[in-house]
């Protein structure tokens, strides 16, 4: 009896398309992985920076509160602040100049809105790859067994034989793939899910600094909800 059966058996012992669908595994699992890591990195970053909103508002005006949320100009709240002010210096530049008067409160939030916009694309970078990895990679491997089955079958015809031996170690190869391709597609669907819900935590945060900016940029004060506390809202326009 053959015992030499694992991965590599099954490499050597393959014919083309069972190589070409052991690799193709192994490129989506690579591929997911790396995904995995460079988002979670993302997500993380952006957890950080989330964190210095609060110490922006502590701010005594616009440039402290800038080098409060950090100096990495890919930061989502960096950049949501920039625009908003630069939305709002564009508004009071060209206001004399037409004949209708813009509305600040729609400028601003149209401004705000296509960075969140932009944010949301660069979040999702990716995650297209995680959702097909995790989709087809089963399906992939499913193909694979059958291909396996099927030659092994044919081998085991064409020897006139059919003992347990003989039948047990190709079949045994074969389901290999099965096992790899839900090996590769697991963790591309739980990643999916965990960068989601991290995505997701972040365009919430975003969304609720977009508010609060909108506020400031219209009203000239952060608005709160209930009493506002004088301690949390200390930066004034100008």
């Known amino acids: 009896m053959n015992n ?75 950049q949501l602040a920039l625009e908003g002010r630069e939305a709002a210096a564009h508004h009071r530049a060209t206001q004399a100049q037409l004949h209708d008067s813009l509305d600040v409160s729609d400028w601003i939030s149209r401004a705000l809105q296509s960075s969140i916009d932009n944010t949301t694309a660069k979040l999702q970078q990716g995650l297209a790859i995680l959702a097909s990895v995790g989709s087809t990679a089963p399906f992939v491997g499913l193909f694979g067994t059958v291909w396996g089955i099927y030659h092994a079958l044919m081998r085991i015809s064409g020897a006139g034989q059919a003992s347990i031996d003989q039948v047990a ?11 790899l391709g839900l090996a590769v597609a697991i963790p591309a669907v739980l990643g999916y899910n965990a960068l989601v819900r991290g995505n997701k935590h972040i365009l919430v945060k975003l969304g609720r600094f977009a508010h609060d900016l909108h506020a400031y940029y219209v009203t000239g004060a952060r608005v709160t909800v209930g009493a506002i506390d004088p301690k949390v809202v200390t930066m004034k326009k100008g």
């Not at 210095?52 to 990495?72: I, N, P, T």
């Not at 170690?169 to 096992?179: F, K, R, S, V, Y």
């Open 169 to 179: 170690g190709p079949i045994g190869e074969a389901l290999i793939m099965t096992a």
């Open 4 to 78: 030499e059966f694992g991965l590599s058996h099954v490499w050597t012992q393959g014919d083309m398309v069972s190589r070409a669908v052991f690799a193709a595994l192994i490129l989506m699992s690579l591929a997911s992985w790396v995904v995995i890591l460079i988002k979670a990195l993302d997500v993380v970053r952006a957890k950080r920076q989330a964190a210095r909103v609060d110490g922006f508002w502590h701010s005594s005006d616009m440039a402290e509160g800038l080098s409060k949320l950090g100096l990495d100009e890919a930061s989502p709240f960096r």
